[in-house]
């Protein structure tokens, strides 16, 4: 069921490359490019519901939605909504890490065998770190370990999570890695080990954890697990609904690498204080390593971020831009920020294909419009 990020980074191919502004329009409560820029990507790729954001440091300044809950059921989606953020969820797993570093509970440079103390770690693991981890390239593979048969055991396994994800990361890091040590290899696998790797060090679930060092922080109230239910739109495959009473997502067991949910206005929330928006929440130093790629082999990955140089992103030039897609094929998420200049954008649909083309479309309509306002 999960889609592999591994393309993430067309995200980044699809950054505006366009020169420097010498200032950026101020985000306002109405903005009549972005409305008519998400009218028209809205039309043309047609997805069920479609919703974008402008955002600073100070969080949401402008947002728009259009379509439905769930295609022909006739309820509009609103702004209070929440969606299923994929692979997004990564930037905050790792977020979460660096608020442990601050705390003195966790290391960038911490070993996975000094985090496992309890597992049997193949010394080929020996100068594999945490931080690997989060840069996806520790050499762990999703190749042998995330297959159809872990996902369809995985949905019934009733266990408790952290013991669920405590036998993942046991399985992954018994042999030597697999792919190679240092070079990037995207994988869910990286961040379900991670999880595990928090709940070793804190002593509760990552769920837990995430509420405490995350949403609670930010005042993230309605962010979840899993696809949302109630009042909410669901999630689409091929234009057909997907009950989230049913298999609407994957295991929760993955849920480090890609099962948050939240509003659009409590995403913006978590990417403002990504740019510097919530300094009481993480020191400037853990933010900065947080966004910062590893060095080594391309592409430019921080942690949980792709990260390229794009002309309008900096303060009077060029600049980093972070950005990230999620999808668990039956939603899309887009994110893209400039942090030097306290500028980003969100854009996101209930559906994998068609939310696809209209988030990327649409986000890089977004961009140029801000970026040549």
Known sequence: MFATRRALLGS?????????????????????????????????????????????????????????????????????????????????????????????????????????????????????????????????????????????????????????????????????????????????????????????????????????ELYAPLGLTTAGFGPPRGEAPWGHQGGVGIDPAGLADNPRALGPAGTVHMSLADYARFVAAMMGGAPGWLSEAARRHLLTPAAGSPPSYGAGWGVVNAPWAGVGGPGPAITHNGSNTMWFATVLAAPERGLGFITLSNDGAAGQQACTTLIRRLAETRATA
Not at 38 to 54: C, K, N, Y
Not at 170 to 184: D, E, K, T
């Open 12 to 212: 980044l191919a699809a950054l505006p490359v366009l020169g420097a502004c010498p200032a950026l329009a101020r985000v306002r409560n109405t903005d009549a490019a972005a409305e008519a820029a998400l009218d028209a990507v809205f039309a043309e790729a047609a997805p069920p519901a479609l919703a974008a954001g402008i955002v600073t440091r100070e969080g949401l300044g402008w947002a728009g939605v259009r379509g439905l809950r769930r295609a022909g059921a006739g309820d509009a989606a609103t702004l209070e909504d929440r969606w299923h953020l994929g692979s997004n969820t990564k930037a905050m797993t790792a977020a979460v890490c660096g608020r442990l570093v601050d705390q003195g509970r966790a290391r960038w440079a911490m070993p996975l065998a000094e985090a496992f103390p309890g597992l049997t770690v193949d010394p080929a693991w020996a100068g594999i770190t945490l931080d690997d981890l989060m840069h996806h390239r520790a050499g762990l593979l999703d190749a042998g370990l995330l297959d159809q048969a872990w996902l369809i055991a995985a949905h019934g396994d009733q266990r408790p999570l952290p013991e669920q994800r405590t036998a993942f990361a046991a399985r992954a890091l018994a042999v030597p890695p697999r792919g190679p040590v240092g070079s990037f290899a995207y994988g869910n696998g990286n961040y379900i080990v991670l999880g595990a790797a928090i709940e070793a060090l804190t002593g509760q679930a990552w769920e837990a954890t995430m509420q405490a």
